[in-house]
């Protein structure tokens, strides 16, 4: 019986949030289980909304905990929660050096490849496989079922108001689809009944701000706290943002959630698996052309984003709303 897990993630919201998918597998399986997960900053706001969190550790390897001084303080405070596993999907050097600090009885589990010897438990690392497949490898490298287990945020239930919330940011430029197009979304969704509300992080406050100023009427909440867009997203009918941390967020909720993919592959998230969840993109010959997103466009065009129309991404919304109805009865 595992009594007591560490999680660590020290990555994008987005990655953190799919770890989410383990804590749920691990409180189905064993539904004792305490799990402390470690984070970095900002997304350590969420990680206590996830199934069987007990504890946060912060880990800010680009601030107070850089270097090895940093990763000595945090292996500390891992070891005195004193799990039986700790498991990580990073493939980094810091969570390996944590992993090879750990002694006794704490199984460690990891990926194989240049760190892989660090590890106690080692797990294949399929490039291509989805984050869910990869992340299942590690699951079942300590017998821990996971068929059932899903991305999931824990929030108190709140009656669904008729706002749509637009997250237009994402790490990557070519990851966004264009400010005017969101604009002119925003526009539609108001002549049709909805409020409109944005949010972001403070690197999307000038995106955002644009759009504001484009289209009278909507809110802008641009800036607030993960916790604060997780409560917000919540009560939504629906959000539609691009690929992003923000896009994640909302499927987490299990909010209907209208996810806009360019430059990378929607497959890797299995949206497809989740009734819930559209994909809308532009299918083009040389998209997807990355795993992350780039600075700028390859080939100098973008078509990707910029030639995906406003009519298509208000066509999935409708049809999304429609389906999520129709399974609630409504």
Not at 175 to 186: D, G, I, N, T
Not at 291 to 320: F, Q, T, W, Y
Request: include cysteine.
């Amino acid at each position: 019986m595992i009594k007591r897990v560490c999680i660590a993630n020290p990555a994008f919201i987005g990655d953190v949030l799919f770890s989410s998918r383990m804590c749920d597998a691990l409180k189905k399986a064993h539904p004792n289980v305490e799990i402390a997960f470690l984070a970095r900053p900002p997304a350590h706001q969420l990680v206590s909304s996830f199934p069987g969190v007990v504890k946060t550790i912060l880990f800010d390897k680009r601030g107070t905990h850089r270097g090895i001084k940093g990763i000595k303080a945090v292996t500390a405070e891992v070891k005195a929660f004193n799990p039986d596993v700790f498991i990580t999907p990073h493939r980094g050097w810091r969570m390996a050096f944590l992993a090879k600090s750990l002694k006794g009885q704490t199984q460690t589990v990891g990926f194989r490849g240049f760190w892989g010897f660090c590890y106690k438990n080692r797990a294949p690392f399929e490039p291509t496989a989805s984050f869910f497949v990869r992340e299942s490898r590690l699951l079942d490298s300590i017998n821990v079922p996971h068929q059932q287990a899903r991305m999931h945020c824990d929030i108190e239930c709140r009656e669904t108001t008729k706002e749509i919330i637009i997250a237009p940011g994402a790490n990557w430029d070519t990851k966004r689809w264009p400010v005017a197009s969101f604009s002119s979304l925003a526009q539609q969704l108001l002549q049709q009944g909805y409020t409109v509300a944005l949010t972001g992080g403070p690197a999307e406050q000038t995106i955002c701000d644009t759009i504001q100023n484009q289209t009278p009427g909507i809110t802008n909440r641009c800036g607030e706290t993960l916790q604060e867009a997780m409560a917000h997203m919540g009560r939504a009918s629906l959000v539609v943002a691009n690929d992003s941390g923000l896009a994640h967020l909302g499927r987490a909720v299990q909010t209907p959630t209208v996810v806009i993919f360019g430059p990378t592959p929607s497959e890797v998230h299995e949206i497809g698996s989740e009734p819930t969840t559209r994909a809308v993109l532009n299918p083009i010959d040389c998209a997807p052309c990355s795993s992350h997103g780039h600075v700028s466009c390859p080939k100098k065009h973008h078509r990707c984003m910029n030639d995906l129309g406003v009519a298509e991404v208000i066509e999935e919304i409708n049809g999304l709303l429609s389906a999520v109805n129709s399974l609630e009865g409504r």
